[in-house]
């Protein structure tokens, strides 16, 4: 039996998004500090009116305060519409839906309610680093599945062998993000339909993360998994909320919808966990997907022609760097070819010379030695301007 | 190994406050909704200038939607401060506090830092029922403790023999509120000092939940667990937040101090549950301990002025109820002595026909059968109203 001491020193939070600039920082650095940690909401504000939504809602007084569990019913109903419409599927506000408090919560409810000690878990590499940890806190049997992000450009490159040989070994639950955090590429249609299939096949139950599934760039086609006729609704959750693309991060909220089993679960799982998403907080979900016409399209240009900046500079320099350019979502994952450091100090000096956050690629899987991850939802000018530095110094570290 | 069906079959939610209303509700009721199961915000407002707190907290942007994942530094400086001179103990900012969603935030990570699969752990009953919930979900073995609130009136009346031996016989954690909750009893003084040495003697870690704590009547002594020379510090961790006496529920805050080891290790796990409490609603707990003057002491006596009306209306019965006056906090427990149904159909019926909701006994252990409790921290006169309802209604179902 797995010990508290070691279930708790495999949970490290230290290089954590948010936590970063806290630890080891030099704070007399002379250039600005630029965070790519996560986005900054000061550079890409809230949707408007964010606030006198919450204001409306700490009016309502007690309705709003104490909602159900799961959230409030006629906010439950309004996403419901909503989610159904831009997922094409029908979700019912009773049964197939649940408030969280940001989708961190969604996710861990999740997990929580599907995992097993035991249980064999599939997860990819790279992905989401909490997806790991929040496996391992329900002791779980993880199985990476590889994510071959460089071998193709018209796939997002799950191995999709690797995955049937999983299932077939007994995997219970499958999870993974789209678009991949941290690599920004979409799954392809063909790729959601085959993990469909076998899903449906060897019954297993999945958890896709679609949190920047709205933040699509160059008109790509996105796949929403459980649209597809080819797999049981009730053996999907999927996850999305606005704290990305929306900036709405401040305020804690996500969504999960799909299996009534699950959310059932889940609902059961949060009244102990955290009772409800912060009430008066909830009301400022009426806003999502009723964003000001015009809204969503500048913002994904924006952040476009920043991805498509950042990405040239990398490109420039392909002898010192591999890069697969963000198809969907606000990161970047780039691989420093020939490091003569590791990432660890990479990232540390990176940080204390040049004031500049990046999250080090082993915390997406111990693998990934040579790579971080940038969130770029960033002033525009700042990102290139850190990114010019941040060559600088990885020019000094290559062999 | 307990499977999940049972795992999840065990943690229902229907009777936790605030779903009571939404489920089986008459709603051509035509007496005023009275809802006994939690506070009213709207009869009780939340603390002066909350709103205008939070306006200040989401203006501050960036800094203040990605807080640590313990609590922006500045707020939890803080509150070290203030709950240090509460508590009459010496909180480290850095390394002896969390600031949580909740304080039902705070519980599941206190409890999920501290148990393992199969130890043994001793919970006060009554209690608050997510306690024995929590634990199960962390497949604790729980060992309950008496409260023999009925046979005292100088102590809250828990049985330290029973405790002791439980210490003996390996418990590793003990769980208890203070003030009770279901009960509004305080431990003595004498009660506490006993808890600490028997937990440094037999080396249990204790989690108290002080909910409650600010909101005391009839200027009784309350003894803080955690500024008892008897125990080492680093054996407690305490549990406040401002969501009961203050009202600020609906921004869910909550927070827990104590042992530095078990702190940080909720840091870990809440990065992992939730991140953070909502960032822009951190800002509003600048305000809790600096209310403006008086407003506490007023508040506490509207409460304790309702206390006494409806305790004097459970007292003109006492053929028919036992009751033991509150003593801190707003809930009273009330046992219908000759009850002749049970205990959910008099919950039921009370709901159907009176409009009336409180929150039947078994929530807080099995053997409460004939018990229910209310949180009158409600309108007064329609508080008293519903209570001579109430009382009619057990006039009908009493032998």
Redesign the interface.
Known sequence: ?I??EEK?YK???KN????EE?SNRNIDNKNLLVDFS?G???AF?PIPKS?EK??E??HM??K??????KGK?AIRSYISQKISCFTNTQINADKNIIVS??T??AL?LAMG??????DKVAIVEPDYF?NR??AE?FEANIIPIDLEYYSTTTNAGVNLNQLEQAFKNGVKLFLFSNPNNPTGIIYSSVEIKAIAKLAQKYNVTIIVDQLYSRQVFDEREYTHLCAQQEIDPENIISIMGPSKTESL????LGIAFGSSKII??M???Q???????????QAVLNLWFSEPEGWLEERIIEHQLIRDDLVSKFKEYDDLFNIRSTEAGSYLFPQITMLNTTIHDFVDKLRIQENIIVTPGTEFGKQFKNSFRLNFSQDHQSAVNAIERLIELAKEHSK
């Open positions: 039996m010990s508290l708790f949970l490290g939070v954590a998004p948010g936590q806290k996560h900054d909401v000061d504000k606030l919450f204001i809602g700490f007084g007690e709003q305060a104490y909602t159900e569990y019913e408090p940001g961190q919560g861990f309610s599907t995992i097993s000690r035991g909490a940890k929040i806190f991060s401040g305020y804690r059932n679960r609902e059961k799982l009244a102990i966990v955290s009772l409800r998403a912060s009430g008066y907080n």
